[in-house]
Each structure stands twice: as structure tokens, then as C-alpha cells.
């Protein structure tokens, strides 16, 4: 036996459905975004070296540094595509809404 039918449950399915594909880039920005913290807090240790002792390669922070420009690279593609599509599937339901009320 099948439940009761609910336009909400319709919706949610079929916007899991239609953005499916977006899932795995919400899971490279997260994780480009703790890599970049990561990251940052790497590059500013580098330059906070309080004992001279200890032999800092120089080049540490160039890497550290490229990672940054990197991982914001990376989440300036993904946010921009994700939100697009997102808030496009959104508007589409909203006309859809508006539509159907105007045609009762």
C-alpha cells in the first residue's frame, strides 16, 4: 500500500532527482574549504617561526601559498555552478506555484 500523496514529498524527490549531480561538488567545496583553513594556518606558521633553531625550509610557504590560490580557485567554480542551478530548480518551482494558482 502506498502512503497518501503529498505535493511536498513530490517536490523533494523531484528536486533530489534534477541536482543529483550537484552533490559531489558540495563535497569538493567543503573539503576544499577545511584544506584551505588547513592551509592558511600552515602558511601563517611558517612565518612565525619563533625559534631560529629550527631549520624552516623556505620553500614551505610558496607551497602553502599555492595550495590557498588553489582550493579558492576550486571553490570559486564549484559555488558559482551549484548556486546557479539550485536557485534556477528553485524559480522553476516558484513559476510552477504561481501557475497552478493562477489556473484554479
Avoid at 13 to 29: G, L
Avoid at 81 to 103: E, K
Wanted: proline share 3%; aromatic share 14%.
Amino acid at each position: 500500500t502506498t502512503g497518501e500523496l503529498k505535493l511536498h514529498r513530490a517536490l523533494l524527490w523531484n528536486f533530489i532527482k534534477s541536482v543529483w549531480w550537484i552533490q559531489p561538488q558540495f563535497a569538493t567545496e567543503s573539503a576544499c574549504k577545511i584544506v584551505q583553513a588547513i592551509a592558511l594556518g600552515k602558511l601563517i606558521d611558517t612565518f612565525s617561526q619563533e625559534d631560529p633553531s629550527i631549520d624552516a625550509n623556505p620553500q614551505d610557504g610558496y607551497i602553502w601559498a599555492g595550495v590557498l590560490v588553489a582550493c579558492g580557485a576550486i571553490i570559486l567554480q564549484t559555488h558559482h555552478h551549484i548556486y546557479y542551478f539550485a536557485w534556477r530548480r528553485g524559480m522553476q518551482y516558484r513559476v510552477a506555484a504561481v501557475a497552478a494558482i493562477y489556473a484554479k
